[in-house]
């Protein structure tokens, strides 16, 4: 982070002048859209053109196409994007300048300070699911939040909205620390696991980074954690507040009793320490989303909502973009898309997956990143048994280069059946071959790989 005397809530101000850096990001649009609600002059800045970088020009939001030390203007301070580094040359000519530079987490973290609830939900996986029941049952309460989430949410039409409420609810992401600049009222801590390997050294400094997480949380707020999960009950291990916990352990605060399912879905009484608060049937499948579901209504519970508005909510939800999202059918196979990258979410995917009575799990994968491909090498290999056809798209490089020398190639061979295929295109021609009806067709990772799925469709 740039090392700045003045912290940036002193420039959230009506007046100033805000140059946002990759400003068609996920959760930099939504940044753009709530500062320009606070009164601020926003401009900005990305590599490509994109719905949402129209949708901001639409706004009256000057956004360039590009990245140049002259698009900073006049601007007063700079926010920038995780992806934007010191060597950008708006960066770098910001700080020749004398221009402040904050990242994204700072300014939200700043913003959150305005609103009496903060709802921040963290965690190695879920939490994108989990942030959108949050905002579904916070919907259905008519308390009119402000949401960031990391997807798309059908609900939204968008992964944000800009609310007038008193609840601000976030997608709480630990990579590179970026929570710790937060200052969430309620924190939900789902789950705690190995990930982003390149920024963390090992688990324990993972558990951490989730305990100082946890520790931001004033004596009059509340920490939510997955009982059923060892990692993030080590995480809270020694804070100096109490906890309140959920899962399926009846030990837990919060837990679900007559657990049955009607038409594969999950239906469940959610308790809360022995006394009924809501009835939920759920729209999405598999043991993870009921987990989720808890906490989300344990949130809802601990912030006063009623118990109907959690039922309301859940009843409505069907997920979010790229969470097991229905995308077609071809030649009578089943087309759905999924984020999945963590070898804990494959498990989760597939093992759902292959419950659902299909006649075969046709698994199309993308590796998301050289380095959790090769840290946790051995953990995708056991998963990507888990379909009757593994097909492995090259890795998604995102932010890294490949000086490990690692491809999708070398899991292939070690797992029997696979199909190694070295571009987008050619998954699709191996979709194309393989699809009989009755099957599951499943498009897996973090990158680009739902192009291959979107590009099958086209060819019926």
């Not at 984020?339 to 299909?358: S, V």
Request: charged content about 20%; hydrophobic content about 40%.
């Amino acid at each position: 982070m740039m090392n700045n005397p003045i912290p940036v809530r002193e420039y959230l101000v009506p007046g100033k002048r805000a140059h946002l850096a990759g400003i068609g990001g996920v959760s930099m649009c939504p940044l753009a859209e709530v500062l320009r609600g606070m009164g601020l002059t926003i401009q900005g800045s990305d590599m490509n053109d994109s719905d949402t970088v129209e949708h901001l020009k639409s706004l009256g939001i000057s956004v360039a196409i590009g990245h140049n030390a002259e698009n900073l203007g006049d601007c007063d301070f700079v926010i920038r994007s995780a992806a934007i580094h010191d060597s950008n040359p708006e960066i770098a000519g910001a700080v020749a300048r004398g221009i402040p530079v904050y990242e994204r987490a700072q300014a939200w973290g700043a913003i959150m300070q305005r609103y009496p609830n903060a709802l921040c939900v963290s965690g190695t996986h879920g939490k994108t699911t989990t942030t959108s029941m949050c905002t579904h049952i916070f919907m259905a309460a008519e308390a009119d939040p402000t949401v960031m989430i990391g997807g798309t949410l059908p609900l939204l039409h968008a992964g944000y909205r800009v609310g007038r409420g008193d609840t601000i609810i976030l997608e709480s992401c630990e990579y590179c620390n970026s929570f710790l600049s937060f200052f969430p009222t309620v924190a939900v801590i789902l789950n705690v696991e190995p990930d982003h390997l390149d920024f963390f050294k090992d688990l324990d400094d993972i558990e951490h980074s989730f305990h100082e997480f946890a520790e931001l949380v004033p004596a009059a707020g509340h920490v939510i954690v997955n009982a059923d999960n060892q990692g993030a009950m080590d995480s809270v291990e020694g804070l100096p507040h109490p906890v309140f916990t959920f899962g399926l352990d009846n030990r837990a605060d919060c837990t679900a009793a007559n657990l049955h399912e009607e038409d594969g879905r999950p239906v469940f009484d959610v308790m809360i320490r022995g006394e009924r608060y809501a009835h939920v049937m759920l729209h999405v499948y598999g043991h993870h989303n009921i987990l989720n579901a808890l906490a989300a209504a344990s949130a809802a519970y601990l912030l006063d909502l009623p118990g109907k508005a959690v039922e309301d909510g859940l009843a409505a939800f069907a997920g979010a973009g790229r969470r097991f999202e229905r995308k077609g059918t071809f030649r009578g196979a089943e087309v759905y898309d999924d984020y999945a990258h963590h070898p804990d979410e494959l498990h989760a995917l597939l093992t759902m997956a292959k419950e659902l009575g299909y006649k075969r799990i046709i698994t199309a994968f993308q590796p998301h990143t050289y380095t959790r491909t090769a840290k946790l090498f051995d953990r995708f290999v056991e998963e990507l048994k888990l379909p009757d056809v593994a097909i492995l798209a090259e890795i998604y490089a995102a932010r890294e280069q490949n000086t490990l020398g690692i491809s999708s190639a070398d899991l292939c061979r070690n797992i029997p059946g696979a199909v190694y295929c070295s571009t987008l295109d050619k998954v699709t021609d191996q979709l194309e071959k393989l699809a009989q009806p009755g099957d599951l067709i499943l498009t897996v990772g973090a990158g680009d790989i739902y192009r291959a799925g979107e590009k099958l469709l086209e060819r019926t």
